[in-house]
């Protein structure tokens, strides 16, 4: 009998069955699913993906080993550590990434004295920027404050108060207390009053933000609303004014005019100048 006979029968037979008896039909249908499912489920075992769909795959025993690689290359100078750390970054780990950031970055300049490596605004900017598309509040809070503050050198408004109001927005962020980070706050703050930012003006916002950075003494904020209070537009001030008066420290009118006794209310909340509070955080957080 020849192939061609023998394939002919085998069509034959298949059409038959299939019209004629259901449980033929089902497991045909059934089976290669069956098989697709299995070789999956052994894909998956033998891959062992380590995250969810869509979301960082680090895990918090990486992380624990990343921030210890972190204060080892920072603290300690150790160059093996800032070696596996880098090797981890350059190889996608967001969290790695993360802290490279924070080793690059100049404002933990004096966190990281015995850094390998010089700061460096930009190489920041590049390890942190996909943590911060992922959503890790400490990467969104390097971007916003080196694209925002003009002294880094990488000043880009609209990008940076677009991190600045993911950052502020974040909801691990206000959990873990990363909205401390006053000096970040102040630039956010100007956002709202600033026609380039691409957000809309909302001199309140930006009023409440400014004076929770007074109340928390840094000394730009201080000498900004005080020094330079005649220099901030009428409506700032007349926020600021509001924003006094309900804190209990103001109790003239709102508006919008510069006097001394708006000076003498933002020195008191201030502290009349004491000394600067710490940053909260030992450590750059995720």
């Known amino acids: 009998m020849s192939g061609a006979t023998i394939g002919t029968d085998r069509l034959r037979a298949h059409a038959t069955l299939w019209y004629a008896d259901a449980r033929y039909r089902l497991a045909w249908l059934v089976l290669p699913q069956a098989a697709v499912a299995l070789l999956a489920g052994l894909a998956l075992a033998l891959l062992k993906p ?52 924070a080793l690059y970055n100049p404002e933990w300049a004096a966190v990281y004295a015995k850094n390998p490596v010089k700061p460096d605004a930009a190489k920041a900017l590049t390890y942190y920027q996909k943590p911060a598309d992922l959503g890790f509040p400490g990467a969104q ?31 691990v962020a ?9 000096s970040t706050l102040y630039w956010i703050a100007g956002c709202y009053t600033d026609a380039g930012s691409g957000v809309p003006r909302d001199p309140q916002k930006a009023a409440d933000l400014y004076m929770d950075t007074v ?30 008066a ?34 909260p955080a030992a450590t750059p957080q995720l």
Not at 145 to 170: I, M, S, T, V
Request: hydrophobic share 35%; glycine share 10%; net charge positive.
């Open 215 to 244: 109340a928390a003494k840094l000394p730009r904020a201080v000498t900004a609303f005080t020094d330079e209070l005649g220099r901030q537009p009428p409506d700032l001030v007349a926020a600021i004014q509001r924003d006094l």
């Open 141 to 171: 809070r390097g971007m916003t404050e080196l694209l925002l503050d003009p002294a880094r050198g990488q000043h880009d408004l609209k990008r940076g108060c677009r991190y600045g109001l993911a950052f502020q927005a974040n909801p």
């Open 174 to 182: 206000a959990r873990n207390n990363y909205l401390d980070s006053w």
């Open 246 to 279: 309900k804190r209990g420290f103001y109790t003239g009118p709102a508006d919008g005019t510069a006097t001394p006794q708006t000076r003498a209310a933002v020195q008191a909340l201030a502290g009349r100048g004491a000394g600067p509070r710490p940053r």
């Open 50 to 101: 380590a995250g969810e769909w869509g979301k960082p795959a680090d895990s918090k025993e990486n992380e624990k080993l990343y921030l210890d690689l972190l204060d080892k290359a920072g603290k300690d100078g150790d160059r093996a550590a800032f070696e596996k750390l880098r090797t981890a970054a350059e190889a996608g780990d967001v969290s790695a990434r993360s802290f490279m950031g």
